[in-house]
């Protein structure tokens, strides 16, 4: 019997791969606190000269918050449409046989196979055409092409999970369709709506390439502040780690408040 | 479930039709108007026919990304599926370490993708960079701003880290849901541990393994902003995979038609592959 | 094939246990003899599924040790065990075919190609699944998936003990009483020990020569179906088996050889001379109750509350002294009094329990 040696080597391989994955982040965090000097200069484990210089910028120079500001706009608008109307759809395809119910589902999906890159210079000439460049509605709407789908997916997957009989109890009880779908069947599947939400959020947040080619000033995400910050003023290398380690906060945020639900989520909304 | 037949149902799909209709019927139709169209930068458009997409598909150009391309596509499956299992499979199934292992494992999913090739950036680059001057400090040349060798190996480095993550947490999600009596039984009948692997577990995720190879087939297709920021096609053009030439052609070159074919042939591309794995992949499951 | 022994078995699955209620077995002495058909009858959460457990040794029980005739095998894992165990909830491999699922078990411990087939031939005839053979495992209803888990212990010569965990929980109705005569005529055939758990105890007195009644982790009796039923050890079992259930009435004291039951003296066949101090009462089942003849002397006065009829015999509810139900089983043709209705009980088996126990006997239990 060798099992006893085994078991203690197991989380090894959970534990190496972790390790691995906060590598990068560590290294960002410490850069985050140094001075360019000392990121230029000398090679440092940790901040030799630790400062919160590059993280009192960002919090003080509107260019910089305002990133953060309309990104968190955008990503909650975009969460919202795309969850809003992806319920009725999604109700509909888990209930319903209707003309065309499988192909539109399928052709749902492949609008997640496009490649952003495909939508770029399209969606700069459309939304400029309809007067939206520059707005947050603008991304939030562009950012439903791949976020709908998903979220149609997710919630269909729940949706089936619920038995029809709920439905036909509450019809029956004299409910209508709209007070049944608010009162009843919305708490029912309230986990796939979380589940579905946090999903939303995520693919809407990481985004870049629409969200900049949508944007100019006003509604200029974070993360097109930090390529722009790249390229024109230099290496202002310290700068660059703050604004990338205060983009990973909201996400830590979300991940915390959902912890519970991530590994359920995947099993039930067949994900 | 015997689903009932109704086409007011259409108005419940309505709102979805509508967005979507606007963000991608129009923008594809666009697409394909230009890809036929030959224009001269004045505004003025002529009818060019089948001539961009010949082009495109006779183009060494495009052969090399696109074959750049599923280089990529293929070696990080290759990675990312079967290490996500094996973290899935020494992951604690209950206990306090569970909603640590899950939350520190989600991080890199939402960190926005340029700042990810940022990190990368900082993380790699040999002079100040940790993993640049490890990699140096024990005698190997590391340099992925010059070697295409070591640009390939930091971009598939990254998208490891990026990705395995969303394979863990799927492969987990199909492990957890499998019962006890499932693990007793096989004890009982003295399988071997690769035997509960190959008879169990395998059999219980492969379903949410399906749904991990076809989404990160699809993204890992389109990728763009990481490689972007990480090397920006280089160097040279030895990480140009098809989304970075896709934006050099169209907005470096403004060869509009040219890059409106080639949007379209690469579309079709990932519609075509997806599709094939999709089927092969249930037709495995239904018999 | 083996005697099974627990001696000074106690298992808490806290990690501290120190109140009477962490454990989920208390002190248990049970040895199951080779060959016998054994049920664990008691209700949900009594502890008989960690019970069935630790004898397959799935959990380490946390004091005491497990025998296998006379071997300690505390310690070793399921595999070494030579057990096999057929769940609540079917267990197959499902990308296996019938034939691979029952090979299996034999597959793994390196069976030659020869044996296999013929054994597995032999097991799925016996089960009635050989024109399934070849089939794929995941299609078949619940019924035949517990016919393969049933068979993947078959299979094996090695097993010293079947064990059932509920296996008819997710069974349809109509097939229930089929499977559980096919178990039965399998027990005869192969004359293995088993040991089916069940809270049912129609299935437990139907399978079993041997049945062993759990409650709140303990073992309260071990006997016959007849046993259980005529010299019920607890007033648990008493309730637990039978329907209806064992009259359980509170007694004042004790005069002689008779018991005082709401102040009249009834004749038990177990006096107790000693510890008055002890909560006592006087068990007799309904069907050791009748009405006392018209011009027959003594008996308990009660009125008569409600007859129901339950086809062969009716059941009378009555009350002594107006606050005391007492149950009686009474003949078709058998009129019960309209007034003046007198109870008799059956000396023979009206018992005294003292704190639950049956007055002579020990706590625990040993078959």
Known sequence: MNRPALSYLRPLVPALYIAFMLLPIYWLLNMSFKTTNEILGDFTLWPRAFTLENYVTIFTDPTWYMGYVNALIYVSLNTVISVTVALPAAYAFSRYRFLGDKHLFFWLLTNRMAPAAVFALPFFQLYSAVGLFDTHLAVALAHTLFNIPLAVWILEGFMSGVPRQLDETAYVDGYSFPRFFGRIFLPTIAAGIGVACFFCFMFSWVELLLAKTLTAVAAKPIAATMTRTASTSGYELGLLAAAGTLTIVPGAFVIYFVRNYIAKGFALGRV | MTKTVNQKAWLFVLPVLILVAFNAFIPLMTVVNYSVQETFGDNTFFWAGLMWFEDVLHSPRFHDALLRQLTFTFTILAIEIPLGVAIALTMPRRGVWVPVCLVTMALPLLIPWNVVGAIWNIFALPDIGLLGQVLNGLGFDYNFTRQPGAAWFTLIAMDVWHWTSLVVLLAYAGLVSIPDAFYQAAKIDGASGWAIFRYIQLPKMKRVLTIAVLLRFMDSFNIYTEPFVLTGGGPGNSTTLLSIDLVKVALGQFDLGPAAAMSLIYFLIVLLLSWVFYTLMMRNEDS | ?367
């Open chain 3, 1 to 367: 094939m083996a005697t099974i022994t627990l001696s000074a078995l106690r298992h808490s699955y806290e990690p501290d246990p120190s109140r009477d209620e962490d454990w989920a077995l208390k002190r248990l002495d049970v040895a199951w003899q080779d060959g016998g058909a054994y049920a664990l009858l008691g209700p949900s959460g009594c502890g008989k599924t960690t019970l069935l457990n630790i004898i397959s040794g799935l959990v380490r029980p946390t004091e005491g040790r497990v025998l296998f005739d006379g071997r300690d095998v505390t310690d070793r894992p399921p595999d070494q065990r030579h057990i096999a165990q057929v769940f609540q909830f079917p267990v197959i491999y499902d990308t296996m075919t019938v034939r691979q699922n029952l090979a299996f078990p034999l597959r793994n411990r390196g069976v030659d190609a020869a044996t296999i087939r013929d054994r597995v031939e032999e097991i799925a005839a016996m089960l009635e699944l050989t024109d399934r053979l070849d089939r794929r495992a995941k299609g078949l209803t619940a019924d035949g998936k517990q016919k393969i888990s049933l068979g993947r212990g078959l299979v094996r010569d090695d097993v010293n003990v079947i064990m059932f965990d509920e296996p008819l929980t997710v069974i349809d109705p109509h097939l229930k009483w089929q499977l559980r005569s096919k178990l039965k005529e399998l027990h005869q055939r192969v004359g293995r020990t088993m040991i089916y758990v069940t809270h049912d105890q129609t299935e437990a007195l139907t399978f079993a020569d041997q049945v062993v009644v759990m409650n709140m982790g303990q073992v309260v009796q071990v006997g016959t179906p007849v046993d259980l039923f005529e010299r019920p050890r607890h007033t648990f079992v008493g309730h637990f088996i039978g329907s209806p259930g064992m009259n359980v009435l509170p007694c004042e004291g004790l005069d002689g050889r008779h018991a005082l039951v709401g102040g009249h003296a009834v004749a038990v066949a177990n006096p107790d001379p000693g510890a008055p101090a002890r909560h006592m009462e006087v068990g007799v089942r309904p069907e050791f109750v009748a009405f006392a003849e018209p011009g027959e002397a003594g008996g308990l006065p009660v009125a008569v509350t409600r007859v129901r009829d339950a086809g062969r015999y009716r059941i009378a509810d009555t009350r002594l002294n107006g606050t005391v139900p007492i149950t009686v089983l009474v003949d078709e043709d058998t009129p019960i009094p309209a007034e003046d209705a007198r109870l008799v009980f059956h000396p023979d088996h009206t018992r005294l329990y003292a704190d639950g126990w049956m007055v002579g006997a020990q706590p625990g239990g040993a078959a």
